[in-house]
């Protein structure tokens, strides 16, 4: 599996990916996902990917073979980024039914599911999540965020933190957060994490970095988070009896196979 | 869906539902998904149950027919819990077995999950976790927590809090607050939420509430969660180019479609 996410906030987009690959539990290896495309002044393209390695190599593949093909559409060329997300579902769409109409029958899955957000010059910075169909979604300000792969784990934190005025760091420390819960949960999403900060109208990359394990920065992050959430949980309102054990105020009465009294 | 998940500590098991049950989007209603079944002094069993509404129903159905009738295995006279998760297996087993064997093709999944916990006088506590096809595996110090439908959202605070040391009510919070993180990511888990603590050794069920999203107590805890993680994901470190601006220390030189350079 894979977790990647994406925030687009008024100061720019963040982005963040795990690097396990795996095929079954054996053949783990490491793989960033995170893929960048920029033209300094001009755009700038980053694509996240998750799900069949092939397919999202295959993608890759024949986004370079068209970006160095004139007369092409390309990444470079499309003028908007909506039609930059076409673009990559067709390749998608191309790859898997190249893979299925061969006729075999297979128990695999080819699909792959991508992340495109960036920013073309004279437009606002975008954010795309494209299905395994070639259709595609995009972000709002009530749907800030996007995630592929094994995104349950990581969403709480997203819920509860990400909303369009957050900072790109504050964006940045939430997506590690949100991957660090994901990892801890499930085994086949593991380090490096790369994280991206896209300022908004920058047209460059700015800031891009890999995170290992033992990367300091992720560590203090991750030691302080773990703490915290120790201590907020001790701090936890007790329960009534816990306040004053001579005065129950909850039903303790239930003692055979009855249900609960109260319902709504 | 459902969100069920129990925990077992030294001092006893927590066990805790949510309520909502639905057919597709439509067809949303309440059942408690929390079956108590107590002979106080002599043995204290909670179950609880996930899956489709119908084979569970059906299965407490025979449970109580076969407390009604005489010389049959039940929940009373089994003399070890085990015992008692392989009859729920079974029984389970047997009704899936009954909607499938008419020959109907069917779309819908008869399955169902269950937890069991409770205490025999005279043994420990134990808790079981039993699968759609009849099997079930039991707790452990290093994995003192069960969870059934929809899991994900609320497991990675269990993770990180839930240890055998932890106390009943802390326990109890605990599963408040992973509950409170489903609910908020998933439509389909949903209040009134019931929340059991059985002591361990009092053979009886001690307490026993049922929580509506605007219960004193359960908001109290939702409220003061929600603003201690805010509070605390404020406070996590900065990006070394926070603290001093005019000295990078990370990488800023990505501007091509390279990919990172740092690899593990």
Redesign the interface.
């Known amino acids: 599996m894979t977790y990647c996410l994406s925030a687009l906030v008024d100061a720019g987009i963040v982005f963040a990916s795990d690097s396990r690959t795996h095929a079954g539990v054996d053949h783990v290896s490491?793989y960033?996902k995170?893929?960048?495309?920029?033209w300094?002044g001009e755009r700038v393209l980053v694509l996240l990917s998750a799900g069949n390695l092939g397919t999202t190599q295959a993608v890759l593949r024949q986004i370079?073979l068209d970006l160095a093909d004139e007369g092409v559409d390309d990444l470079r060329s499309l003028p908007h980024l909506h039609q930059v997300a076409e673009y990559i579902g067709r390749l998608s769409l191309r790859v898997q039914q190249g893979l299925t109409s061969g006729g075999m029958q297979q128990s695999v899955s080819f699909e792959a599911t991508f992340i495109l957000g960036g920013q073309r010059r004279g437009l606002a910075p975008e954010m795309y999540l494209i299905y395994p169909q070639g259709n595609y979604i995009t972000s709002s300000p009530e749907q800030p965020f996007f995630q592929i792969g094994e995104t349950?784990?990581?969403?709480?934190?997203l819920?509860?933190?990400v909303q369009p005025s957050l900072s790109l760091?504050?964006a940045?420390?939430?997506a590690l957060?949100s991957i660090d819960?994901?990892m801890?949960?499930n085994l086949s999403v593991g380090?490096?994490i790369?994280v991206l900060l896209y300022s908004r109208d920058s047209l460059?990359?700015?800031?891009?970095?890999?995170l290992?394990t033992n990367s300091p920065?992720f560590m203090?992050?991750r030691k302080?988070?773990?703490a915290?959430?120790?201590r907020?949980?001790?701090?936890?309102?007790?329960?009534?009896?816990?306040r004053q054990t001579g005065q129950l105020t909850?039903?303790?009465s239930?003692?055979?196979?009855?249900?609960?009294t109260?319902?709504?």
Chains 1, 2 share one sequence.
């Open positions: 490491t960033s995170m893929h960048t495309f920029a300094d370079d349950k784990y990581g969403k709480p934190i819920d509860r933190i760091e504050s940045a420390r939430c957060v819960s994901t801890r949960s380090p490096p790369d460059r990359i700015d800031r891009r970095l890999r290992k920065y203090s992050v302080q988070w773990a915290g959430l120790k907020l949980f001790e701090d936890l309102p007790p329960f009534d009896w816990e909850l039903d303790t239930a003692t055979g196979p009855a249900g609960p109260e319902r709504e």
